[in-house]
């Protein structure tokens, strides 16, 4: 199974709504990412999680809080967000980084989040 | 910082026309490197990548790229493009046995005329 799946496909949110996205693989690895993309632009990385515990957090704001429950599964928990905030969130997976490794990535289909 | 930067922004080609897009980075130690692709409305795919040995590596579909060392450069080639090409290509670069992390290019966006 090479795969990483992503649920919901789209959500539609108020400000003050709180949700959670969701994401799974079960390829064995154990770094896991979470990206903002908009528009023609490049993926921005959020948040990294190595062996279930969070190791880089590239300044998100606090109403997005990533969790990973298990070594198969990342959330990421939205509350009073922006209309900003609309992207396509994508969750991605590696092996994590250890000597004579490597972390190509393998990215979920993502969820299109519009903020209202 | 650690950087990398596609030239081309946008691209327009014909079908059968050969393609080639740039792709720098900047950092001096062991990098591995890869060429994402994003079809219209899918989500980023491998396309290929380099990680040692032959610094000429062949992907998916025909695809292929050569990492010049002494360049910093890791760009994407095919010899004759297909209407099924047009995507947004993304260079990536990870930093050997550090974080994580990967960090993308700006992206190409490839329009292919039938």
């Known amino acids: 199974d090479t795969e990483v799946t992503q649920t919901p496909k789209h959500l539609v949110m108020g400000m003050t709504n709180k949700k959670s996205l969701k994401c799974e693989q079960h390829?064995?690895?154990?770094?896991m990412y979470w990206y903002k993309q908009k528009a023609k632009k490049p993926p921005e990385l959020m948040f990294v999680?190595?062996?279930?515990?969070?190791?880089i957090n590239e300044s998100v704001p606090s109403r997005f809080s990533p969790e990973c429950p298990n070594s198969s599964l990342l959330n990421l928990h939205l509350h009073a967000l922006q209309p900003e905030d609309s992207a396509l969130y994508l969750c991605?997976?590696?092996?994590?980084?250890?000597?004579?490794?490597?972390?190509?990535?393998?990215f979920g289909p993502g969820t299109r989040l519009t903020v209202l | 910082a650690q950087s990398v930067s596609q030239h081309n922004h946008h691209v327009i080609l014909s079908e059968a026309a050969s393609l080639e897009l740039g792709c720098n980075y900047s950092?001096?130690?062991?990098?591995?490197l890869f060429w994402y692709v994003q079809y219209p409305g899918q989500h980023l795919q491998l396309l290929l990548k380099?990680?040692?040995?032959?610094?000429l590596v062949k992907g998916i579909k025909g695809f292929e790229a050569e990492f010049i060392k002494s360049k910093f450069s890791f760009n994407l080639r095919k010899p004759s493009v297909q209407w099924s090409d047009t995507a947004e290509y993304f260079c990536?670069?990870?930093?050997?046995?550090?974080?994580?992390?990967?960090?993308f290019g700006k992206g190409t966006r490839l329009h292919i005329l039938p």
């Open positions: 991605a997976s590696s092996q994590a980084v250890r000597p004579g490794s490597y972390n190509e990535q393998f």
């Open positions: 390829m064995g690895h154990r770094a």
């Open positions: 999680y190595s062996y279930e515990k969070l190791s």
């Open positions: 950092y001096g130690g062991t990098v591995n």
């Open positions: 380099y990680f040692s040995g032959d610094p």
């Open positions: 990536a670069v990870s930093l050997m046995n550090r974080d994580d992390k990967i960090i």
